[in-house]
């Protein structure tokens, strides 16, 4: 069936008359006169009773007018639910996130979202870098948010901010003290707490520290970034974490963050998303609130 000959049905049957269904079509009167006789060809049945006066649907009319009411109904609701969504009043968010960002940093991003586009259904996954990359390529999430680079053919992804590590110290250790700073060769005569083998912030520290010709010495290995911060409260001994983990702790003076004078060791973090894959109003205005709280 002709959907443009339904639509001419459908105006006719409303207004019960081709002249008036011309008018709100903006067609002329032989135009949808031509357009409902086609139709009537096609089904081969008589749809209108042509009066002298407009027109009366047949049985068979009656009966395709309710079949024209509902497709058009739902054409509608259709286009105001595009509508909706070109302004982010409604749809879907899915973000994956690798356990540094997705514990401590995206959490009070996605409250933001959250306030601004309240119709909008969200889900926030943690999970590592390759389990990510998987999720993406598979269209299971719309966001990924990474804490390494990301080489694969069917992932985009661009640096969206700095993460910068830093050292940290238990309240009544010495370092704790030290306004001025020490050196990374001072700070590497105390013991460490360190990530477990094949973390990538330890790889990164292990090679801003060999460049300088020095070597952590290892109390501790443990792994997750809770377990250190405790450890480290603890008295263990010192570590090197992500910036973004300790802000709570230092601000409550359970952990003292130690200036190391020549030492800075920044990671780049990642926002990918699937190669050729359109981003949604939804995905667009939290890439937006992502960049403004990256950099503020």
């Not at 049985?59 to 969504?85: C, H, K, N």
């Not at 661009?158 to 993460?163: C, I, L, Q, S, T």
């Not at 377990?227 to 409550?252: D, F």
Request: glycine residues 10%; positive net charge; hydrophobic residues 45%.
């Amino acid at each position: 069936m002709n959907f443009g000959h339904l639509a001419v049905f459908h105006a006719v049957s409303e207004t019960g008359s081709v002249s008036r269904a011309a008018e709100r079509l903006l067609v002329s009167q032989p135009a949808v006169s031509k357009q409902l006789g086609l139709l009537e060809r096609k089904l081969k049945t008589v749809l209108v009773d042509r009066l002298p006066r407009g027109v009366r649907l047949t049985a068979a009319g009656e009966v395709l007018a309710g079949y024209a009411r509902r497709i058009f109904a739902t054409a509608e609701e259709a286009e105001r639910a595009m509508g909706e969504l070109a302004g982010v009043s409604r749809g879907r968010l899915v973000v994956a996130a690798t356990p540094t960002i997705g514990t401590y940093w995206l959490p009070g991003v996605l409250v933001g979202y959250r306030r601004e586009y309240p119709g909008v259904e969200m889900r926030m996954e943690v999970h590592p870098t390759g389990t990510i990359v998987r999720l993406l390529r598979e269209g299971a999430v719309d966001v990924g948010l990474v804490e390494s680079p990301v080489e694969d053919d069917g992932v985009e992804a661009r640096e969206f901010m700095k993460d910068r590590l830093v050292a940290i110290a238990g309240k009544g250790q010495a370092l704790s003290g030290k306004r001025r700073g020490i050196t990374a060769a001072e700070l590497c005569r105390e013991p460490f707490v360190v990530r477990e083998v094949g973390s990538g912030s330890l790889s990164l520290v292990e090679r801003a520290l060999a460049a300088r010709g020095l070597k952590v010495r290892t109390a501790m290995s443990l792994g997750s970034t809770e377990a250190i911060k405790r450890a480290v409260m603890e008295g263990v001994g010192v570590a090197i974490v992500s910036g973004l983990a300790v802000g709570s702790e230092v601000a409550a003076g359970r952990l003292a963050e130690v200036r190391v004078r020549d030492l800075v060791v920044e990671r780049p973090l990642f926002w990918c998303t699937a190669r050729g894959r359109g981003n949604s109003s939804a995905v667009a205005a939290f890439e937006e609130l992502v960049w403004e709280r990256a950099h503020p």
